[in-house]
């Protein structure tokens, strides 16, 4: 895929020509721009890469991703619950 800009920060990536802001999560793919340009993109990927369909954000690295009325809101109560719980445990 070419037209890929140099990293924002080790794991994001600009994709000048769709737009698209992508991150990479240890094994998630995150992409944010034009709704129109995800499968574009997924379908472009899919020649180099094996993965599953592209699913709307709801969870990346144990946050929640709640989104209402065009805004994201991170929810990370379930993982401090865990990372409590181990805590706990020691």
Known sequence: ????E???FPSNFV??????????CVDDIVVSGPCENHQRFS???????????????SRVL???????EGEVQLDMHEF????????QQE
């Open 6 to 8: 140099p990293p924002l």
């Open 62 to 68: 144990g946050g929640t991703h709640l989104i209402k």
């Open 1 to 4: 895929m070419g037209g890929v």
């Open 15 to 24: 994709i000048k020509r769709l737009g698209l802001l992508v991150t990479l």
């Open 80 to 87: 401090a619950d865990v990372a409590c719980k181990l805590y």
């Open 43 to 57: 379908s472009e990927l899919s020649k180099h890469l094996d993965f599953e369909t592209l699913q709307d954000v």
